[in-house]
């Protein structure tokens, strides 16, 4: 065989600059986010509950605002009837989703960072005034 | 197969034959229902319930030309749109946004121009804004449905689809739309306090235009426009449902000439001008 030991030492350098990534964060695992719950807004609610369970936010949030959005915009149906509580909500991000989650950046960046997403919402709907002092 | 030119001729007039028997094939198996199917067709292409159902609700606004040509300096309405809707201020005309703006009687109806226009009229400027057509040629051709004709006549916007091809605005034959050329938040920076914290901005790239304030029908609330102009008391904005033969716009369509912005396109306008 011809150039082993070029051939190993390149493998060497390729293997080391593939698995960098992995290397280099090795040891300093980022503990999982926790989005923070306590806005004045949600600490004023004597049942401390958003307008699914936890569950099901945390896991379908995205589907469940397309779906809010859709029945505003295309079917001007406005208000939610809660499946966890019975409540009636005003279907609006702005103005129910926001209202007690007012902690964009503790809130909904928490998780978004973490999974490096970058949901568009904020380029037209415009966030909470409190958080965007505290920036 | 070798087919003679006899041959192929015979072949196409047999099948001529049948395309022409085709119709009344249908016609004698199913009656009526060719011509019904199509019908429906052309009626869900301009947003409307079954043939012959009239909806409960089409919004409209008729603006009182004469009432409102005596505030002149007025810009109330515009304001309380722009301020409710977080219309940017943009200065360069070729790039503003508006949804409900004051135009002048020649520029706003140049089909009704004659050499002699009434002096009361000439040169005055009074409010415009989306017809909210019955047959919204904006809505024909958006390729992505953003823009859509909801049962209650309003022809709404939704930002989420629209991808900025601006086929509604080279449709749309009264100038109501508006693209958004840059950021809109950027004429905001440093008036961050004038936004409406209950409303969004548009972001760069989309159509936007004037929605008869859905949100705040559905609190039962007049347009952010109307109730300006009622809150200064000069009523030159009557906002109403076009189907209810008692509601306010009816009335006083009834009783005063009302004229339409190119009535002659066929797009059935849902705003009216008293003159």
């Known amino acids: 065989m011809y150039d082993l030991n070029k051939i190993l030492v390149g493998l060497a350098i390729f293997l080391l600059f593939f698995t960098f990534p992995i290397l280099y964060g090795m040891g300093s695992a980022v503990p999982a986010p926790k989005p923070k719950l306590d806005t004045p807004e949600i600490q004023k609610l004597t049942d401390k509950k958003c307008v699914e369970d936890t569950h099901f936010m945390r896991t379908s949030h995205m589907q469940f605002l397309n779906y809010w959005r859709d029945k505003a915009v295309r079917e001007d149906q406005r208000t939610y009837d809660s499946k966890l509580n019975g409540k009636k909500y005003d279907i609006s991000l702005q103005n129910t989703c926001m209202k007690c989650h007012s902690n964009k950046k503790d809130f909904c960046d928490s998780c978004h960072t973490y999974a490096s997403v970058k949901p568009y919402c904020w380029d037209c709907h415009i966030e909470p005034k409190a958080a965007k002092e505290s920036m | 197969m070798k087919a003679s030119r006899r041959e192929f001729l015979k072949l196409a007039g047999v099948s001529a034959l049948f395309g022409l028997g085709a119709n009344a094939a249908f ?83 140049p089909d009704q121009h004659s050499q002699y226009v009434d002096e009361g009229l000439e040169g005055k400027a009074f409010p415009v ?54 950021d809109p938040r950027k004429y905001f920076e440093g008036k961050e306090a004038m936004l409406n914290p209950e409303q969004p901005t548009r972001t760069k790239g989309v159509v936007e235009k004037c929605t008869f304030c859905p949100e705040r029908l559905a609190k039962g609330l007049e347009p952010a426009c109307v109730e300006a102009c009622k809150k200064r008391k000069s009523d030159c904005l009557i906002f109403g449902n076009l189907n209810d033969p008692e509601s306010e716009v009816r009335k006083i369509l009834r009783k005063r000439t009302s004229i339409r912005r190119k009535p002659e396109l066929g797009t059935q306008p849902s705003v009216f001008f008293l003159v």
């Not at chain 2, 070729?94 to 135009?103: L, P």
Request: charged fraction near 20%; charge should be neutral.
């Open chain 2, 27 to 109: 016609e004698l198996l199913t009656p009526g229902a060719l011509e019904a199917s199509s019908e429906v067709a052309h009626g869900a292409a301009h947003g409307e319930a079954a043939e012959g159902v009239q909806a409960a609700t089409r919004w409209a606004m008729v603006i009182d030309v004469r009432k409102c040509i005596l505030q002149e300096d007025c810009q109330d309405c515009v304001l309380a749109c722009n301020s409710t809707h977080n219309i940017p201020t943009v200065g360069n005309p070729k790039e503003e946004i508006k949804w409900i703006w004051k135009d002048t009687f020649e520029h706003l109806f």
């Open chain 2, 129 to 182: 804004m989306c017809n909210h057509c019955q047959y919204p040629p904006c809505v024909r051709v958006c390729p992505t449905k953003a823009t859509f004709k909801r049962p209650d006549g309003i022809v709404m916007m939704d930002m989420h689809r629209c991808i900025g091809c601006r086929f509604c605005m080279a449709a749309c034959p009264y100038g109501a739309r508006s693209f958004n050329w840059r």
